[in-house]
């Protein structure tokens, strides 16, 4: 909160490397900080999110996902760690999810194709790409930069979503910090900005139609022009203004 976010997101990841393991039930916030802070800037409390990644070596772990599990809808984000060039094409077409990661710690094991991103676009499904990785160690730089550099040639900056899975405080980086970051990355100002804004935000949308199996709908209001303005002014009202 006091490097300018007012959302946040509490992540609990099941690798079944280390063990089965079953989906629980997440952590309140309000159990880990009895008293939220305020955002720096404003009266507002932050918010803070809970959020389940499974990361996925092989196609039976997927069906963690598919069940019917209860505990499953009381997170807000849903993301899938894929292994492996056949599990990341089924979490873009068939998964519902909110987030695909891409690994940036280590050379990519197949190349991105540009069907099963396009699909996962359409679904509204978010790519997200890690920062803390490439501040830790150089080998790891070069590795987060060209995985997202093969990433953007087929997505073209469409759908990114720019996080850090920081783990301690001085892990992280204010969001001007991080989209000078997706510069590097291969995306454009625009789309660097809205990896830490408003495609972070489409994706806690995405999470409540996910929650609510309803649609979410919110409006912005977009500024008339001023030739539209002037069509719509009455003819007295548009010769007081010509004088």
Avoid: W
Wanted: net charge positive; aromatic share 6%.
């Amino acid at each position: 909160f006091s490097v300018g976010y007012s959302v946040v997101a509490l992540n609990h990841v099941i690798d079944f490397k280390e063990k089965k393991q079953e989906i629980v039930k997440p952590v309140s916030p309000l159990e880990l900080i009895p008293s939220l802070p305020i955002v720096q800037g404003t009266s507002k409390r932050i918010k803070v999110l809970t959020r389940l990644t499974l990361v996925v070596s092989d196609p039976s772990h997927c069906n963690l996902l598919r069940s019917t599990s209860a505990n499953i809808r009381l997170y807000d984000i849903i993301a899938v760690f894929p292994k492996t060039e056949k599990l990341f094409h089924i979490a873009c077409t068939t998964l519902d999810v909110d987030l695909v990661c891409i690994n940036v710690t280590e050379k990519l094991p197949f190349y991105f194709r540009r069907p099963p991103v396009n699909m996962a676009i359409d679904r509204g499904i978010y790519f997200e790409l890690l920062y803390t990785p490439a501040i830790k160690d150089s080998t790891m730089r070069r590795y987060t930069i060209s995985n997202a550099i093969s990433l953007m040639q087929i997505c073209k900056g469409k759908n990114i979503v720019i996080s850090s899975a920081a783990e301690r405080p001085l892990e992280l980086r204010g969001p001007y910090d991080v989209s000078n970051l997706g510069l590097l990355f291969g995306l454009s100002e625009s789309e660097a900005k809205a990896a830490v804004s408003t495609n972070c935000r489409a994706t806690m949308l995405h999470g409540e139609t996910r929650k609510s199996a309803c649609g979410i709908v919110y409006t912005v209001k977009k500024p008339r022009k001023v030739e539209e303005e002037e069509t719509t002014l009455p003819a007295c009202k548009k010769a007081k203004t010509q004088a």
